[in-house]
Structure formats: C-alpha cells, structure tokens
C-alpha cells in the first residue's frame, strides 16, 4: 500500500540521508567508475604506442579486470555483512587506489594485464556493497529514489570525469612521465584520500548516526526491523530455487546486452572520437576530446532522471526497459555511419540515454516476482552474471576491430545484443506461467 503523506520524522530522516549519506557514496561511485574505466582515456593517449598494444591486447586488458570481480563479488559482500560496510567499502576503495597508483609505473603487457585483474579484485563487492548499504538505510518505498540519485554518479563520471583525465594527460612531463602515467596518478590518489574519509564519515546503521535525531533513529529502527521481520518469515528459499527459475536467467541475459554496451561504449568511446581526424579530417586536442566524450553522458544523465521520474510515477513497465533496449539498438551501428563528429556524437548520446535510461528501472523487476532470500540470490546472479558481458565487451570488440579494421562489426554486435534484451523483456512480459520455486507476487506490468 502507498502512503501519501509521510510524518515529520519519516520526512526529515530520508531528507537528512539523501543528503548526507547519498552524495558521498555516490562520491565513491563516480571515482570508482572513472578508476575503471581510466584505461579508455589512457588508451588513445599514449598508452597503446607506448606499450605496443594492438586493439585486441587492448581490448583484452579492458575486460579481464572483470574475472577477479565476479568472482570474488560475492565472497565481498559476504565479508560486509561480517566486517560493516562502513570498514569494508572503505578497504575496498584505500585497495583499488593502490593497485590503480601502480598504474603510473606499468611497463609492459603482461604488467598491465596483471594490475586490470588485480584491480578487478581489489574493486570486487563495491556496486552490489553500495546498493545494498543504501537499502539497508531506508524502507522499501524510499529505496527506487534514493538508488535513481545514487545511479546518477555513473553517467557524470564520464561527463566531469573525461575532462577532469583529459587536464592530467595535458601535464605531459609532470614528474617526469607522460600524460597517461600523470592521468593515473591523479585519479588514484582521490580514491586512496576518500577512503581514508569514508571511515570516518560513514556509519554502519541508523542507530550509530549522531545526526538523525531520536525520534528519527526510532522511526528508521522500527520500519528496517519490521521489513527485516517480515523477510525472515518468507524463509531460505536458497539459491537451487532461482539456478531453475528461467525468468531469473531471462533478466541475466536482458542485463547482459545492457552491460555489454555500456562497456563496449565507455572502453572504446575515446578511441572513436581519437579517429574523427582520419575519418573527418577534424583535429581536436586532448581537452576537448575529453570534453566530446562527456557530452553523450551529459544527455543521458539528464534522460535518465526523467524517465526514471516517469517509471517511478507510473510504475515501472515493460516499455520503460524494452523501448530504450530497441533505441540503443538501431542507434549504437548508426553512428558509424554519420557524415560529421556532431552527428555521430548526436547519435552515440541515444545509445548512452538508452542504456542508462534502462539500467535502474531494470533493477525492479527481479522484485516484482520475487521476494525475500529468493530476490536477493536473484540480484546477486543477475549482477554477476551480468558483468560477464564487462570481459567480454573489451575482448570481442578489439578482437572483431582487429579483424575487420573497422569498428562497424563490433558496433552491429553491441546493437544486436542490446535488441535481444528487447526482445527478451518482450516474451517476459508475455510470460504469464511462474516457475514452480519462484515467489510471485505480481506480473510484470
């Protein structure tokens, strides 16, 4: 049942809390995200002359960070629960500025493959940890505003995060490195400094926070503890009942091609940009590259916002995941086929709206059918599995670009994948039968 008015302690403490705990983890996000991704700028850069790598080598160095994140993804939330988030999201933040510091200094393929996987470790459980502190602050009917504001971080990251590495790789000779090395160095020393803060900062419960207010500890305690109860009484439902559920691996497959565009975008974006000068004979400097990949993220961030508003007033649809897929789709190919850099920039911004207008209504859905342990084993496969499409964007869109020269195959791939989570999300909604373990509780609208 929705409420329509809130009390003035259920108001002030989820007031207090966008505010405070929000935006910082959302911090942590945004230098997360650009810690990863931080190879995409260094590559056209520099980096790939300096250490010789071809597009395959490349693309393979983008996407083996995500073996040691999958598999110990998992392993890290579990050590959450044990150690706090508060402990264990700030070591896993102090661990990847390290390993990423030691970027400045790689000399060679193989100590570049060694420190991607080593980083994918070291960034394991941060995401899912992230989420799932949030949720744990407030009740479930605050959770799809507080998770839209903190999904925000993703595209900015790309939008201040591509200038921001751009002005580093400009202090060419710094310390005597190159701009790519510079670029490493800077981006990693926020993580290893907000780490440190995020000790200090964060809180682990409502109960430990000196400022909430009594009435506003009381209320937060009784809503958590009453949703904690009711969970509890739906029993371990365990995960055999989602490895047989096909609507589970219906949503892994649908994150999938989401996922496999958004890094096939992110690690190859300033590449395509770094080429308008052959393709168009337009020549841009480091800076305003950095400022032409921001501009699709831009676009999207705004888009997102409100077309998560709309999910949000409406009820999040099948068309609210299944039009973006399909938009994203036709458009990402399309690009390669525009006559100027606006257009095609034009372009790839559908293709970045598309994906980051459905990632956060496509985390509803798993919990329209499912409840309790069974949903929680549900977004940890479907978030792990899903990440597999992380290796695999890097790898096959170098490998493809180095067999065709061209990155038109690979561009058709990303669409293809994208339209099959379309027509995925399609035949789900059709679905009107329940696998035998699964909870239901409503169909999908």
Avoid at 303 to 332: E, L, N, Q
């Amino acid at each position: 049942m929705t409420r329509t008015t809130m009390t003035d302690e259920e108001q002030s403490a989820i007031r207090k809390i966008s505010w405070r705990l929000v935006p910082f983890v959302a911090l942590m996000f945004f230098i997360n995200f650009l810690d990863r991704t931080a190879i995409s700028f260094a590559g056209p850069n520099g980096m790939t002359q300096d250490l010789g790598l071809t597009a395959v080598q490349f693309g393979l160095a983008s996407g083996i960070f995500f073996i040691g994140y999958i598999l110990l993804e998992v392993p890290s939330n579990l050590a959450l629960h044990r150690f706090g988030a508060r402990k264990w999201l700030a070591r896993i933040m102090i661990s990847w500025g390290i390993v990423s510091l030691l970027f400045t200094w790689v000399s060679s393929i193989n100590g570049l493959y060694t420190l991607r996987l080593l980083l994918g470790i070291a960034e394991a459980g941060f995401f899912p940890g992230a989420i799932l502190y949030l949720s744990m602050w407030v009740p479930a009917r605050h959770r799809s505003k507080i998770l839209s504001l903190f999904y925000l971080a993703q595209p900015l990251t790309v939008v201040f995060g591509a200038p921001l590495a751009a002005s580093f790789i400009e202090q060419h000779g710094l310390f005597g490195l190159a701009g790519w090395r510079v670029m490493f160095l800077g981006v990693s020393i926020p993580a290893i400094l907000i780490g440190i803060v995020a000790l200090f900062w964060l809180v682990d419960t409502p109960r430990q926070a000196k400022w909430l207010t009594a009435d506003e500890k009381n209320w937060l305690t009784r809503e958590l503890d009453a949703e904690h109860k009711t969970k509890t009484q739906t029993g371990h439902q365990g995960v055999r009942s989602i490895l047989g559920n096909r609507r589970v691996w219906m949503l892994c497959l649908i994150y999938f091609g989401f996922i496999y565009g958004l890094y096939a975008l992110a690690f190859f974006l300033p590449t395509i940009i770094g080429g308008f000068q052959q393709q168009f004979g337009t020549t841009f400097n480091v800076m305003q590259k950095g400022l032409i990949t921001g501009v699709p993220y831009l676009i999207a961030a705004v888009v997102m916002f409100f077309w998560s508003r709309d999910a949000s007033r409406r009820g999040c649809k099948t068309w609210h995941i299944a039009i973006p897929a399909v938009t994203g789709g036709i458009s990402v190919p399309l690009a390669l086929f525009m006559d100027s850099p606006f257009t095609t920039i034009m372009v790839i911004a559908i293709t970045a709206s598309s994906i980051f207008a459905a990632l956060p209504n496509f985390w509803t859905l798993p919990t329209q059918f499912l409840t309790g342990a069974s949903a929680a084993a549900a977004i940890a496969l479907i978030n792990t599995l899903g990440n597999v499409a992380g290796f695999s964007a890097g790898y096959i869109t170098g490998a493809l670009h180095d067999a065709t020269s061209s990155y038109t195959v690979p561009m058709f791939v990303v669409g293809g994948f994208m339209l099959l989570s379309a027509v995925l999300m399609l035949l789900l909604n059709r679905s009107r039968q329940l696998e035998p373990t699964s909870l239901a509780q409503e169909q999908l609208p």
